[in-house]
Nanobody, 124 residues
Framework: QLQLVESGGGVVQPGGSLRLSCAASGSSLRNYGMGWFRQAPGKEREGVSCISSTGSSTSYEYSVKGRFTISRDNAKNMLYLQMNSLKPEDTATYYC?????????????????WGQGTQVTVSS
C-alpha cells in the first residue's frame, strides 16, 4: 500500500518562494502518475499540476503556469512542487496524490492515494 507525506509548507510574503515535497513509501512511484491539488477554506479542491509516471509529460492550472514547476525523482520516491512568485490567492492546503497508471490527470476522483496535506499561507 502506498503512503504519501507532504512537507515544505509555511508562511511566506507575496513574491516569495516555497518548495513542497511529497515522500512516498510502501510502493514505487514509477508506476504512478502524480498530481498536486489545493483547497482553500470554503472553496472547491482544484488541480494545480500533474506529471506522468516517467516525468515526460506535465500540466499546469492556468493561474500557476510559469510560476510553479512540478518534478519527480523516482529513484528517491519523491515528488516536488517548486512555487515561485507566490500570490495571496495561492493560500491553501496543498495535497499530493498518486494515480496508478502512466498518465497526468487534473481530475481528483481519478487518484487512488492522497497525502495529509501541507498548509501554504501567502500574506504580508
Amino acid at each position: 500500500q502506498l503512503q504519501l507525506v507532504e512537507s515544505g509548507g509555511g508562511v511566506v510574503q507575496p513574491g516569495g518562494s516555497l518548495r513542497l515535497s511529497c515522500a512516498a513509501s510502501g510502493s514505487s512511484l514509477r508506476n504512478y502518475g502524480m498530481g498536486w491539488f489545493r483547497q482553500a477554506p470554503g472553496k472547491e479542491r482544484e488541480g494545480v499540476s500533474c506529471i506522468s509516471s516517467t516525468g515526460s509529460s506535465t500540466s499546469y492550472e492556468y493561474s500557476v503556469k510559469g510560476r510553479f514547476t512540478i518534478s519527480r525523482d523516482n529513484a528517491k520516491n519523491m515528488l516536488y512542487l517548486q512555487m515561485n512568485s507566490l500570490k495571496p490567492e495561492d493560500t491553501a492546503t496543498y495535497y499530493c496524490a498518486a494515480d496508478y497508471g502512466h498518465y497526468c490527470s487534473s481530475a481528483y476522483d481519478e487518484y487512488d492515494y492522497w497525502g495529509q496535506g501541507t498548509q501554504v499561507t501567502v500574506s504580508s
